[in-house]
């Protein structure tokens, strides 16, 4: 079984600060560091969790480019295509509030330009998990290779999507297409009501419950946990666990990590739902994006 990732990596350049300037205004940082992130965080949360990844996004020339494919060697994760020549792989500016409140500008670079011959590229096997995020489906290159594949991957291939905030900017069409073929829609409670423009999650749930028309759907509460979704019951509250946190970059990565860990290793949703709240807890206390546990870590704080 494997975890085939076509999200988008990218390189974060953290900024922490006391809080965001007014407009026009500046502030000066108080640490800066410059790491790889995007879908390169939930990739490492779910190989540090002993479940196998390949990322199937494209990648380019450059120095970011090199960053990255430095951090996917050496996390022990699989980069299936090639690189993508001349274009660099593209930046995120984050910036972090003394609150651990996060803010993101993203500059595109060459993982928005993933095409249908990349993807001709993936041989799926019937245990595979496809991870899917609305950033790369907002790409109209990505959207445009993405949406007729999803028609013709196996049906027993459990397909993953987490929208993201730009996620309900996906064109309706293509995002119709997506939830339909979607097995697990996570997102956070922001995301489900500007998808559903339904204010309770709970209610947000539902709705998504019946559009995806597969297993299921979760919607991150933060520190709460989680709402867990399925076919036939009422939606469900899995609690979450109370941390300090310093830094919620990436949070909702380690959940969704982690979350695939456990179905991989055979939990089930309900019990991979709590593992992936207490994941994203531990994430929460560390600084930097990619900050999900490992499995001797997570078990350990799970036992406490």
Do not use: K
């Amino acid at each position: 079984m494997r975890l085939l990732h076509l999200g988008n990596v990218v390189i974060d350049l953290v900024l922490t600060i006391d809080d965001l300037p007014a407009r026009g205004g500046d502030v000066i940082a108080s640490s800066t560091a410059t790491t790889p992130g995007g879908g390169f965080n939930v990739m490492a949360a779910a190989v540090r969790l002993g479940l196998p990844v390949g990322y199937g996004g494209a990648h380019g020339t450059g120095p970011f480019g090199e960053l990255a494919r430095e951090a996917l060697t050496a996390a022990g994760i699989e980069v299936v295509q090639p690189i993508t020549p001349g274009i660099d792989t593209g930046f995120v500016v984050t910036l972090v509030e003394a609150d651990g409140e996060r803010t993101f500008v993203t500059s595109r670079g060459a993982e928005s330009t993933l095409t249908a011959a990349d993807l001709d590229r993936i041989s799926l096997g019937p245990d595979d998990l496809v991870y899917l995020s609305g950033y790369g489906l907002m790409h109209p290159s990505n959207r445009a290779a993405l949406v007729p594949w999803l028609s013709r991957i196996p049906d027993d291939v459990l397909v993953y999507v987490d929208p993201g905030p730009l996620g309900h900017q996906v064109p309706a069409d293509d995002l119709a297409v997506v939830l339909a073929r979607t097995d697990w829609w996570s997102c956070n409670e922001r995301e489900a009501s500007d998808l559903t423009n339904l204010a309770d999650p709970a209610e947000a749930a539902r709705v998504l419950l019946e559009r995806t028309g597969r297993r299921g759907v979760v919607v991150r509460l933060g520190s709460s946990g989680c709402l867990l979704a399925v076919r036939g019951a009422e939606p469900r509250l899995m609690p979450g666990f109370a941390v300090e946190a310093v830094d919620l970059n990436g949070a909702g990565d380690a959940h969704a990590g982690a979350f695939l860990a456990a179905l991989a290793a055979g939990a089930d949703p309900a019990a991979a739902a709590s593992r992936a709240n207490a994941a994203a807890a531990l994430a929460v206390t560390r600084r930097g994006p990619a900050t999900g546990p490992t499995s001797a870590e997570l078990d350990v704080f799970l036992r406490s």
